[in-house]
């Protein structure tokens, strides 16, 4: 079966560094992707991994350990616009994108 | 500038009514995609489509129809089926010939409201 695994919401203080973790179950894997979405917005893409280890894109970071079946990303210099739902997304094997209910991140000033 | 849209951005329906919803992309993006989304809830799949005139079901499409005549356009028509359609309803795209097959653009989505 498939199922994904991320924490509902997580506070963070403004300038700090926060990390969203992501475990999952898919039937086939090519990649795991993160999406971002502000209230009332639609998604937008963050990142996508394909193979182990780290991606960096400026202040957020995404990592992928294939045999964990796990990945998070790390967002630093939190902003207070980065206030919003983070979706890690994995693709399967008919390049699917999984979605799950998401994490709320909530920043304090 | 290439982009997805959707229109209305809120519509209003009586209960019994089917609507369509409008998806229309740019940028030339073979596969496209309805989802739904409920308030603090992830995205459901409800239809996709990876070339003209062919699409597949996606995990919740009972209650729901959709067409794709033109690579730029994939209508969802709401029926009177679905038994609880008020919703905000995403519509995404995505190039599964490009490096970035694994990148779906979505629109600014349509927020359903059944009276």
């Known amino acids: 079966g498939q199922s994904l695994e991320q924490p509902s919401e997580v506070t963070a203080v403004e300038g700090a560094i926060v990390q969203i973790n992501c475990t999952y179950q898919?039937?086939?894997?090519?990649?795991l992707s993160w999406y971002q979405q502000h209230d009332g917005g639609a998604p937008t893409f963050l990142s996508y991994?394909?193979l182990d280890g780290l991606e960096e894109t400026g202040r957020f970071s995404s990592f992928l350990s294939r045999s964990d079946s796990y990945g998070y990303l790390l967002l630093q210099e939190l902003q207070m616009k980065d206030s919003a739902s983070y979706f890690c997304?994995?693709?399967?094997?008919?390049?699917?994108?999984?979605w799950g209910a998401g994490t709320k991140l909530i920043i304090k000033p | 500038d290439g982009g997805i849209t959707q229109s209305p951005k809120y519509l209003f329906r009586k209960e019994g009514q089917n609507v369509t919803l409008s998806c229309e992309q740019n940028l030339n993006h073979d596969a496209m995609y309805w989802y739904r989304q409920d308030p603090g809830q992830g995205l459901r799949l409800i239809y996709y489509s990876q070339i003209v005139n062919d699409f597949q079901k996606g995990d919740i499409a009972e209650g729901y129809s959709v067409s794709r005549e033109k690579k730029e356009s994939f209508p969802l028509t709401v029926t009177s089926a679905q038994k609880n359609p008020t919703a905000f309803y995403l519509c995404?795209?995505?190039?599964?010939?490009?490096?970035?097959?694994?990148?779906?653009?979505f629109g600014p989505g349509t927020r359903l409201t059944v009276l």
């Open positions: 995404a795209s995505s190039d599964l010939q490009g490096a970035r097959v694994n990148e779906q653009f």
């Open positions: 898919t039937s086939g894997f090519y990649g």
């Open positions: 991994n394909a």
């Open positions: 997304a994995p693709m399967d094997s008919n390049y699917q994108l999984i």
